[in-house]
């Protein structure tokens, strides 16, 4: 199973911005989906924004200040966040799936720290 790995956390104030990168550690095939999550302490996992050959999705706090992109060639996907809000403070992970397979998981990376100072 594809490993993978995520970087580009960390502090910013509010307003600023981050780059979150997330690399598989063997090829992804470019069908796969390819999402970000994020888990708030006492919160339960929301979805950020996942890429497909279909469709991006975001989430709708979200929408309009992240950009999701993926480079296949790499094995990585991206997410791009601006105007962060102390609301968007969570650990973000990395999904990749086959989303065609009813009741595919896929795999997850270990998370990374966004914090988002007021």
């Known amino acids: 199973q594809v490993q993978l790995v995520e970087s580009g956390g960390g502090l910013v104030q509010a307003g600023g911005s981050l780059r979150l990168s997330c690399a598989g550690s063997?090829?992804?095939?470019?069908?796969?989906?390819m999402g970000w999550y994020r888990q708030a302490p006492g919160k339960q996992r929301e979805l950020v924004a996942t890429t497909s050959p279909l469709r991006t999705n975001y989430g709708e706090s979200v929408k309009g200040r992240f950009t999701i992109s993926r480079d296949n060639t790499r094995n990585t996907v991206y997410l791009q966040m601006n105007d962060l809000k102390p609301e968007d403070t969570a650990v973000y992970y990395c999904?990749?799936?086959?989303?065609?397979?009813?009741?595919?998981?896929?795999?997850w990376g270990q998370g990374t720290q966004v914090t988002v100072s007021s």
């Open positions: 999904n990749v799936r086959r989303a065609w397979v009813a009741g595919d998981v896929g795999a």
């Open positions: 063997k090829n992804v095939a470019s069908t796969y989906t």
